[in-house]
C-alpha cells in the first residue's frame, strides 16, 4: 500500500469516525438541547479486510434505540411511581429526571450522580454493560428521611 492509499485510508476513518460520533448524540426531544454524556467513549472504528473501515461500540443495524425514560419528582415523591427501565447488555441506556426542588440523583451499580433542579433535569446517557436490577434514588428524599427510590434499571443478558 502506498503513503497516499494509507493517509487516505486514515483520513476515511476519521471521517467515519466524527459521522458516527454526530449521529450517535442523543437529544430528549423536549428542546432541552443537547444531553450531556454521564459516561462517554471515544469513537472508534475498525479497518476490515479490503481497506474498508466501521464505526465499533454501535448498536447493529434493525435494534431499535431504547426510548428515553421520563421521571418526574414532585415534592421529593416520584409522580407515577417508582419507574422500572428495561435494558440489554450494550443497549445506550437514557434517563431524564425532571425535579421541582434541587436534588441528587444516584444510579446505584454504575456509581453515576446527576444533579436536578428546577429546570434543570438530570440526564443519564450511559452503555449498559452490567447484568443486573440497579436502583435510581433521590438522595434528597433519603437525607428527608423520604422513600428515595426512583427507579430501577433492570439489564438483562444480550
Known sequence: MSRNQRIALVVAALVVAVVAFAVAQPGDGDGGGEERAAQTAPAETRTEPGGRTTPTGTQPRGRPQ????????????????????????????????????????????YDLYENAAPGRPARFVFRADIEGVFEVESHVAEDAGKDPLIGRLVVEPA
Open 66 to 109: 431504547p426510548e428515553i425514560t421520563r421521571i418526574r419528582l414532585r415534592g421529593g415523591t416520584v409522580i407515577g411511581g417508582p419507574k422500572r427501565i428495561r435494558a440489554t447488555t450494550g443497549d445506550t441506556v437514557r434517563i431524564v429526571v425532571n425535579a421541582d426542588a434541587r436534588d441528587e440523583i444516584h444510579l446505584h451499580g
